[in-house]
Every structure is written in C-alpha cells, then in structure tokens.
C-alpha cells in the first residue's frame, strides 16, 4: 500500500493563482520529498523537508511538514503554464530495516490554464 | 554524469516473452530503486537496492519478476513470462545515500500484446 496518499487528485488552476496540494503518511519519517512529472517523463526532485523541520522554501515552492498530523503540504505561488503537470510526495522512513526506502503517493495532477 | 540511464526507452512484446529491463544509476550512488507506474496503482516500488544488495523486493508482484544488481554501475530487471498485465512504464531511480534525492530514469514504457 501507499505510504503518503495526496489530495486532491486533480487540481485546475488559472496563471497567476496559488496551488496548493496535501500528503498525509502513515508511519514515522525521516524525511518527505515532493517530485514532479511532466507527462512521459521521469519524476525530477523538487525539495526535501526533514522531519525536525517545520517549513521550506525554494523559489516559488513553500513545503510545510506537520509530524503531529503526518501530514505535508505543498504551495506553489504565482502558478504559470508550464507547472503543469503531476506532483508527487515521498518518505522515507525513519529507521530500521526499511531505511532507504523511498515511497510515493498516489500524486495531485495539477492543470494550470494560461 | 549522464544522469540514471535506462534501456530500452520502448519495448513491445508478445505474451509469454522474457522481457529484461536496463538501469545505469549515477556514478557513487549507493541506493538503486525499480518502480511502476500504471494509471490504476500509481507509482509502485518493486524493489531496491544498496550497495548492490537487495533489501527490500516485497513490492515484486509474483515470482515471474526478478532483479539483480551484479556490479554498481548496472542492474536489470526480468519479466518472465511476460503478460498484458505488465504492461507499464518502469522506472529506475539511484540516491546518493539513504533518505536522500532521488534521480529518476526516464523509463521504459513496456507494452505486452
């Protein structure tokens, strides 16, 4: 099964407003990762947050981690046409004998219309 | 780097074919991960490795399914006997370390007629 499971599934936006999208996960973290993937294509990394952390930018991207809630969020400002495309959240557990293993959801595919 | 290389890019098969998937992960990464994406499940980990040893192959869906890593620079993946149901995009991806960025190939969609 799914460890982080994204909502919505499926998000239309027009240029210029905020996205924003959601990963809940189930068991203890040392780290949630957000990819993108353009249609066709492989998934590209777009930011890393550690479970001590709270909140992370890069560029336009503001990530948010709640380990209370096991839940992340993603926001995407000033969205443009080109973010379209799926986005995906990733953990990695905290320890054991799965460390390393890197776990997708189900994804938010994002439609941004010029 | 090149980045994780993948071959072949597209691979059409007849049922009942062996099928063997290629992966080149980037040079010094310790982690190699084979994933499948499909419409229906979404993006599934079949199994990955570190410093070429498998750890985790609980995601491989039956026995048809088989990896192997023989070196650090190449691992495969055999579908044997192949069926319509494989059909999928599979993916490899290589990190660094544990619980670090991914790299992604940019996969090989396999089609089984």
């Not at chain 1, 982080?4 to 998000?11: I, M, R, S, T, V």
């Not at chain 1, 905290?94 to 460390?99: D, E, I, L, Q, R």
């Not at chain 2, 570190?50 to 055999?78: H, Q, W, Y």
Request: net charge neutral; with cysteine; glycine share 8%.
């Amino acid at each position: 099964s799914q460890q982080g499971e994204e909502d919505p599934q499926a998000l239309s936006i027009q240029e210029g407003e905020n996205a924003t999208m959601n990963c809940s996960y189930k068991t203890s973290i040392n780290n949630l990762q957000w990819y993108r993937q353009n249609s066709g294509r492989g998934l590209v990394h777009l930011i890393l947050i550690r479970s001590n952390e709270r909140e992370k930018h890069s560029g336009r991207l503001r990530v948010t981690l709640d380990t209370s809630k096991k839940s992340s969020s993603l926001l995407i400002t000033a969205s443009r046409a080109a973010d379209t495309a799926s986005y995906f959240c990733a953990t990695g557990p905290a320890g054991g004998t799965s460390y390393g293993k890197l776990t997708f959801g189900q994804g938010t595919i994002l439609t941004v219309h010029p | 780097d090149a980045g994780v290389i993948q071959s072949p890019r597209h691979e059409v098969t007849e049922m009942g074919q062996e099928v063997t998937l290629r992966c080149k992960p980037i040079s010094g990464h310790d982690y190699l991960f084979w994933y499948r994406q499909t419409m229906m499940r979404g993006l599934e980990l079949l199994i990955y490795f570190n410093n070429n040893v498998p750890i985790d192959d609980s995601g491989m869906p039956e026995d048809r399914f088989s990896a192997k890593m023989p070196n650090a620079s190449f691992s495969t993946l055999k579908i044997q006997p192949s069926e319509p149901r494989d059909s999928a995009v599979y993916f490899c991806a290589s990190t660094p370390g544990g619980n670090t960025e991914a790299f992604f190939g940019q996969g090989t969609r396999l089609t089984v007629v």
